[in-house]
């Protein structure tokens, strides 16, 4: 009989990846093998017992019983735009034009995909959120990493970058409060990159997807676009991890910068917008709801959380072979391994010989010679005190041989 050929996906997904998935066959198999998991891989603060404060699901069962079902304006309802506008005013970012989307994800792509060719390049940071890397991959846009440095709080390298800037390069993506390292950008850090924007004419992406999420009472979170009136920046926010709602898919960018040449970037991503309607329009009446009232939920929580952020850093700070840079804002940490295993290998046993998942630095990218995992430290502090047990155990034991 003849064979029937296999459908074949597009180029374009070929180099589509994200760290979680490598980890995932181990767990399962550490699953089926009977194991007991700590899960400090997952980015949801939900998954970790959190839930979104009581007036904004309010809000939204009051927009679906209101049957405001139907699509919506694709940009957003206008009292979310309204309430997002007064959150960057307050921010010190002066808007120009805002959307809402399907997640800040959403926002991303578009911003990125109305703004660079493929072919073209951007910078990322190393270590980056592994979305990037998976829409530069499928736009086929050239990405140029600048790497962070460990040895100076995670802040950009930014002595080496303007070598990578070329003809080419349209933007710089920058993650602040930053996932995977926890690291804040100081007032100078983000000034520099600002004035290489500025001379290079690049578009600042500024993904501040956790920017409630402050740890420290002497660190304050700077928005970019509040120090670049002349410099064109698109600022990523959204509801998924300030007001613990991830589940919603409601995020949005911010166009700031000089309007007389924004506009055809703007319709660009509006018809972007338009091509997908909407962003889910009952979810939208919650962006009023939570950033015109003062984020009460999550003050409280963050005392507990930076607990927690002591209980895990210091803790690992005390395994041999490890060193943790201290996070000061979002929920993760970035420990480096100095141990001559890879760390693909020591993510894989660690879960399939003690069960605790986290993810292998790898998957966001480190200097090459480096190995680092990252971890979360959403998760109560029991867990926390026992996943530090099983990776001393388990680095004792691969150490020892
Ligand atoms: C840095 C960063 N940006 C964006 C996102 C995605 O946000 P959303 O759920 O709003 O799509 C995440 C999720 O983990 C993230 O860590």
């Known amino acids: 009989m003849e064979e029937i050929p296999k ?8 180099h589509v990846e994200y760290a979680i998935r490598d980890i995932v066959e181990a767990s399962k198999e550490a699953k089926r093998a009977g194991k007991e998991l700590i899960y400090l891989n997952i980015g949801d603060p939900v998954q970790y017992g959190f839930s979104p404060p009581e007036n904004i ?18 940009v957003g309802i206008p009292e979310a735009v309204e309430a997002i506008r007064n959150y960057a005013l307050r921010k010190g970012i002066k808007p120009v034009d805002i959307y809402v989307t399907q997640g800040a994800s959403e926002a991303i792509e578009f911003a990125i995909s109305a703004l660079v060719n493929p072919g073209e390049n951007i910078l990322l940071p190393c270590p980056c959120y592994p979305l990037y890397q998976a829409i530069v991959a499928k736009f086929e846009i050239r990405p140029r990493y600048y790497h962070l440095d460990e040895e100076n709080g995670w802040e950009p390298e930014l002595d080496n970058i303007e070598k990578l800037i070329d003809k080419n390069t349209k933007a710089i993506i920058v993650i602040n409060p930053n996932n995977p390292t926890g690291a804040i950008y100081s007032r100078e850090t983000l000034q520099r990159i600002v004035d290489l924007a500025r001379k290079y004419r690049l578009v600042i992406f500024s993904d501040e997807i956790y920017d409630q999420f402050i740890l420290e009472d002497n660190i304050e979170h700077i928005s970019i676009a509040s120090l670049a009136e002349d410099v064109p920046v698109v600022t990523f926010n959204g509801l998924s ?3 613990f709602a991830p589940g919603f898919r409601i995020g949005w960018g911010i166009i700031s ?8 970037y703007i319709e660009a991503i509006h018809k972007l917008a338009r091509a997908r309607l909407c962003a889910p329009h009952p979810l939208q009446f919650a962006i009023p709801e939570a950033l015109n009232n003062e984020n009460g939920h999550l003050k409280k929580i963050l005392s507990v959380l930076k607990h ?41 046993r660690l879960i399939l010989e003690e069960g605790v998942v986290v993810v ?14 990252r971890i979360v430290f959403l998760p109560e502090e029991e867990k926390l005190y026992t996943a530090l047990e099983k990776i001393e155990r388990f680095i004792k034991k691969i150490s020892s041989v």
């Open 360 to 373: 292998h630095g790898s998957g966001f990218g480190q200097k090459p010679g480096t190995r680092h995992f």
């Open 241 to 243: 991890k300030n007001y």
């Open 308 to 348: 927690r952020r002591d209980i895990l850093v210091n803790g690992l700070n005390q395994i041999e072979h490890i060193t943790c840079v201290k996070p000061v804002g979002a929920f993760y940490a970035f420990p480096r391994l100095h141990l001559e295993i890879s760390d693909l290998e020591f993510t894989k």
């Open 57 to 74: 699901l309010k809000a939204v069962c009051d927009a679906l019983f209101k049957n405001y079902n139907s699509y919506s304006d694709s």
């Open 7 to 14: 459908i074949k996906p597009a180029f374009r997904t070929n």
């Open 257 to 264: 910068g000089p309007e007389e040449i924004l506009g055809d």
